[in-house]
């Protein structure tokens, strides 16, 4: 069962940066958040994840807070190809946790 | 190319048919899942397999059958197919771990 709370939906500017918030208040110490996106008709598409410390790679950057109880996913100059379904997910990290998805934020990217 | 291939992508069918879709990564993973989303988009796992092995059933009606002839396929055979069991179907797999799942393209299925 999903573990996070996401807005609905949200907008952002073409080019600028795009910050999507997750709550996760519930996080136990062992547990990694992730973030995936899905554009439309594709298979959900991994991002990024973390456990405790700021996370960045070529895609996003996560921000995690201090005490672990929410997240910011940030697309730092979002595109049209950003325009997406994003999911943040709590995960134990082990072979047998599975990874639930909840309802996510339906990202727009504007022209 | 490296990925999570699925077959067939869209496939419609009869109610009260029997149907499978197939699943394969070329990628080296032990572990792959069936998702289910259904049209309010929500992203519901069905099954886990690691190595072979069924690890995860989240009470999916028995109609549902996956089968994993190997590490590298996992196929999902429905029974009596109803009109509920209209949706995207999207197969993943992973490393045991840390690592990120990695989806196929799923497969639309449409029972009329």
């Known amino acids: 069962d999903a573990k996070t709370t996401q807005p609905p939906s949200m907008d952002c500017a073409e080019g600028r940066a795009a910050n999507l918030p997750c709550n996760h208040s519930t996080i136990s110490g062992n547990e990694y958040v992730y973030w995936y996106r899905q554009i439309h008709s594709q298979g959900p598409q991994y991002i990024i994840h973390g456990l405790k410390n700021n996370e960045t790679n070529e895609m996003a950057s996560l921000i995690i807070t201090e005490d672990r109880k929410s997240s910011t996913l940030i697309l730092p100059h979002a595109t049209l190809r950003d325009t997406a379904v994003y999911y943040c997910i709590v995960r134990v990290a082990g072979g047998g946790n599975q990874f639930y998805f909840g309802t996510g934020t339906s990202l727009t990217v504007i022209p | 190319d490296t990925a999570v291939s699925q077959t067939p992508k869209y496939l419609v069918t009869q109610m009260g048919n029997d149907k499978s879709i197939k699943c394969e990564q070329n990628l080296g993973h032990d572990t792959m899942y069936w998702y289910k989303q259904d049209s309010k988009k929500f992203l519901k796992i069905m099954f886990s397999y690691n190595n072979k092995e069924l690890i995860i059933n989240e009470t999916v009606p028995n109609r549902f059958s996956p089968k994993s002839p190997d590490k590298a396929h996992l196929n999902l055979h429905i029974n009596s197919l109803e009109l509920g069991d209209s949706a995207v179907y999207f197969c993943?797999?992973?490393?045991?771990?840390?690592?990120?799942?990695?989806f196929g393209n799923g497969t639309r299925l449409t029972v009329t």
């Open positions: 993943a797999s992973k490393v045991n771990g840390l690592t990120p799942l990695h």
